[in-house]
């Protein structure tokens, strides 16, 4: 496998996603495609990272996680951001669309999240010696989650979808808001963590398996909020009698 | 009537909290008693070595201000949703945003006397030296102030209508204030103890960042909070 392979599946993914968004026709089975790639994927994820990568030169086999730790975060942030762009879309026009599309974002990228921490955590112990480390990135994604838990129990404990639509979409927007400057204190305050790694400094195979491993997780994340955005949307139909949306008011000069 | 100008309904806003306050002094006189006892607290916890307990002294300090902030912050708009006094607020033909600066001001005031009237008493618990650097001292104190209400009076007009929302608060606003913790016990360690390196400016910094950008969020984001109230 060459590191090209990955962004050639990756392009066929982001198609089927960009068709699901924009053609209704395409729905009921656009998903299923990309769930289906997306196990055919992992399966072959197992092979690549396992056997057919080289051991990291210094951490050997425990160097293997990265193919499936840094792809869980990075997903984990991409859900986030969806979340935080829903989140300003609703405050500038209030839609429910966006309000399911904003909680079903969340909800995965907290179990991203949570996934991709708890296998830095394993990485740490035989690595550093410690389970947990002040570390920027580590601190900043951790600290990210606890906001999006405070963020889906906001959602839970509002009983007014109005309300807890738009204050959900404000809390997000000030957690989203806090991650870089967490990021530079902590960074100020200590750093462990090995300096981030680009393609330039990586072995080819090692960079063409994680990214295969992220196109993976994609295929995944894609199919986890459609579902969630469907449960989310008959959740909003059935569930309750929709109020109609006030137009928003007008300021006062 | 003349229609106040932004600055000016805010400071009206401000005016009518410090009245509130003032008339019963009771927000005031129970979030000094709660931090008191958690700085007590901190130094049973930690024993009686005066050593560890002078080298934690900021970090014992800013987490007894940030739980003062919890119940002070809660309690800002706890008064408001009382027969719909934030309605009738919001209803004035003054901008919410005029609202939102009254507010933090009012919140940002509240704690900084409480950090003033703790600063004597962490001199007697922790024997901490503030002669160092008092200005800078203040100006951090000030600093931490604003940047803990900036975004807790949002998060406080979210939380004072939601159910469980004692919990509420504090769920939403200690991740985000993170930062400005690490910051504030930073800045605060370099004006009580030796600071070699003068790390002091670029905590102080980030700092004065951090409350730029909250401030400039929440008064983007409180409007539309406001509304929903």
Request: aromatic share 12%; with cysteine.
């Amino acid at each position: 496998m060459t590191p090209i392979l990955p962004l050639v599946v990756l392009a066929l993914v982001v198609a089927a996603m960009l068709g699901h968004v924009a053609v209704p026709a395409v729905r009921p089975w656009a998903w299923k495609a990309v769930g289906a790639l997306g196990a055919v994927m992992l399966v072959s994820l197992w092979y690549f990272g396992l056997y057919w990568a080289p051991p990291e030169q210094f951490m050997s086999d425990v160097g293997r996680i990265l193919y499936v730790h840094v792809p869980h975060v990075w997903m984990a942030l991409l859900a986030f951001t969806l979340n935080v762009g829903c989140a300003v879309a609703y405050l500038m026009k209030k839609s429910w669309v966006t309000d399911a599309l904003a909680e079903s974002a969340a909800e995965v990228g907290v179990y991203f999240g949570a996934v991709g921490v708890m296998m830095g955590s394993i990485w740490a112990r035989p690595t550093w010696g410690v389970w947990w480390d002040w570390d920027p990135r580590l601190i900043s994604t951790t600290v990210m989650l606890l906001a999006y838990v405070g963020y889906l129990a906001l959602r839970s404990f509002t009983e007014d979808p109005e309300r807890r639509a738009t204050w959900s979409a404000a809390a997000a927007i000030l957690s989203y808001v806090s991650l870089p400057i967490v990021w530079f204190s902590v960074r100020w305050w200590n750093s462990l963590h090995q300096v981030q790694s680009n393609p330039s400094t990586v072995d080819k195979p090692m960079v063409a398996v994680l990214r295969w491993g992220a196109v993976t997780m994609l295929c995944f994340l894609f199919v986890f909020i459609v579902k969630r955005y469907e449960i989310a949307r008959s959740r909003q139909t059935a569930a309750m009698e929709l109020p109609p949306l006030e137009a928003p008011r007008a300021e006062v000069a | 009537m003349k229609r106040p100008s932004l600055l000016g309904a805010a400071w009206l806003v401000l005016k009518k909290d410090w009245q509130i306050e003032w008339r019963t002094r009771a927000r005031l006189t129970a979030i000094i008693f709660f931090s008191l006892a958690t700085l007590l607290l901190f130094s049973f916890a930690m024993g009686p070595d005066i050593v560890t307990l002078r080298a934690h002294a900021p970090g014992y300090l800013w987490l007894g201000l940030l739980f003062a902030s919890v119940l002070s912050l809660g309690e800002s708009f706890r008064v408001e949703a009382e027969n719909q006094a934030l309605t009738g607020l919001v209803l004035t033909p003054v901008e919410p945003r005029a609202i939102f600066i009254g507010k933090v001001l009012g919140n940002a005031s509240l704690l900084f006397v409480l950090s003033l009237v703790l600063l004597p008493v962490a001199v007697a618990l922790y024997d901490v030296d503030l002669g160092r650097d008092p200005l800078s001292l203040v100006l951090v104190l000030f600093l931490g102030c604003v940047g803990i209400s900036a975004p807790g009076t949002v998060y406080s007009a979210i939380s004072a209508n939601a159910r469980a929302r004692d919990v509420m608060l504090p769920l939403l606003l200690f991740p985000v204030l993170v930062p400005l913790l690490l910051a504030a016990v930073s800045a605060t360690k370099f004006t009580l103890q030796p600071d070699p390196q003068e790390q002091l400016g670029s905590w102080l910094k980030l700092l004065t960042a951090f409350d730029l950008i909250y401030l400039s969020v929440g008064f983007l984001l409180f409007p539309k909070v406001a509304e929903e109230d």
